[in-house]
Each structure stands twice: as C-alpha cells, then as structure tokens.
C-alpha cells in the first residue's frame, strides 16, 4: 500500500514570497506517477502538475516547480512570487495501478496580502 | 458547460436515511472515481469504474453501492446512513485508468448525518 506524508500542515507567507511544499511518500510499484492538487477555499480539487517516476529532472512550469528525489521518495513543490490566490490546501498523491491516488494529509497555504 | 457535476451539493439528511449522489461527466472520459474526504482533509478512494465495470473497490461499507448506467454517469447510493457518513463526497473523471491520468474532480457533496 501507498502512503504519502506532508509534513506541514499550514504555511502562512506574505504575498510574493516563495513557498515550497514537502512531500515524502512510501510505494512498492517501481513505476509511478505522481501528482499535486490545489484545493481553494470554493473546494474544488483541481490537478496542477505530474511527474513519471523514472525522470528525475526538475522541472518549472510558470510559477510552478518541482523537484523530485527517488532516492529519498521525495516530490517537492514550488510556489514561487505566491499571490493571495495561491491561497488553498495542497495534496500530493502517488499513483497507483487503475490511476488509484493515494492522497497526503494535505498543506494548507495562507497567502497574505 | 461545467466537466463533471455533482448533485445534489449539500445533503442534510437523519439517521437511518437512504441517499443517493448523482455525477456526470461532459468529458468523454472512460473512468470515474468517487472519494470521500473528512473533516481533516483528508481523501480516500472509495470506488473507480473504467466503461461501466468496477476496477477498485476499497474498504467501504456494503451500505455504499455505486452505479455506472453508463461512461458518462456514476451514482453513489448510500443506504441506512449513519453519522459517520458526513464528509465531502467527490466524483471524478480520467480519460483511462492508466496510473498516468490526471483527474478531473466534481465540486463535491457535502453530506451532513444528523
């Protein structure tokens, strides 16, 4: 079975500072994916970015980065320039066979103006 | 056109009740998932239907029966709620079951069992 742990529970940064967002996760497939979801105030669960887990490369897409680390089974996140609406909670989820994901407890990230 | 609707999305309703949840998805998608999150956050599969056949089925009390009329349609009937039923229910849609596929969620049902 998958377990994923996100360490911190809230983050509260002022507006356009950069936020990263833990995630360590535990899994026996040896080829995965895995993913981060926002969750805003209006609780709709929206994807933001995914990751194979035999490329290793960092990535960025906008304000948007990752860096992914098989060896320790980490899958970090970037928020960088936050904006009051980045505020929301945060999920990362690996996945498993039939696209199960099997969700963090979640970081929720306050924004201030 | 909203890509996967919930209905209703609140549901106050007593002990013992029977309810049902309703989603549809717009998407053309093959797969559908319904998850429950808590009052923590936290978010739990319950059922994933690919073409109307059941592929995951978690621990979930019998009580939760789920229905594919279709690809486009998948209910959740809950019978003799109790009042740890309460949470969020979300429904879900991906193209395929692939673990690659990203999912497209449902404004949820927020579900109360007085």
């Known amino acids: 079975a998958q377990k994923v742990t996100q360490a911190q529970t809230e983050i509260s940064v002022v507006e356009k500072e950069d936020v990263t967002l833990d995630c360590v996760y535990e899994?026996?497939?040896?080829?995965?994916?895995l993913f981060w979801y926002k969750q805003p105030p209006s609780g709709e669960l929206v994807f933001l970015i995914r990751?194979?887990?035999?490329?290793?490369q960092n990535e960025i897409s906008g304000r948007y980065s990752w860096n992914f680390q098989k060896s320790t089974s980490s899958f970090n996140f970037t928020i960088t320039a936050s904006q009051v609406v980045d505020s929301a909670v945060y999920f990362c989820?690996?996945?498993?066979?039939?696209?199960?994901?099997?969700f963090g407890g979640g970081t929720r990230v306050l924004v201030k103006p | 056109d909203t890509a996967v609707s919930q209905t209703p999305k609140y549901l106050v309703t007593q002990m013992g009740n029977d309810k049902s949840i309703k989603c549809e998805q717009n998407?053309?998608?093959?797969?559908m998932y319904w998850y429950k999150q808590d009052s923590k956050k936290f978010l739990k599969i319950m059922f994933s239907?690919?073409?109307?056949?059941?592929?995951i089925n978690e621990t979930v009390p019998n009580r939760f029966s789920p229905k594919s009329p279709d690809k486009a349609h998948l209910n959740l009937h809950i019978n003799s709620l109790e009042l740890g039923d309460s949470a969020v229910y979300f429904c879900?849609?991906?193209?395929?079951?692939?673990?690659?596929?990203?999912?497209?969620f449902g404004s949820g049902t927020q579900l109360s069992v007085l």
């Open positions: 899994t026996r497939d040896t080829t995965y994916y």
């Open positions: 989820a690996p996945s498993a066979a039939g696209n199960k994901l099997t």
């Open positions: 239907y690919n073409n109307k056949e059941l592929i």
């Open positions: 879900a849609s991906s193209q395929g079951a692939g673990n690659n596929e990203k999912l497209f």
């Open positions: 998407l053309g998608h093959d797969t």
């Open positions: 990751r194979n887990s035999f490329d290793e």
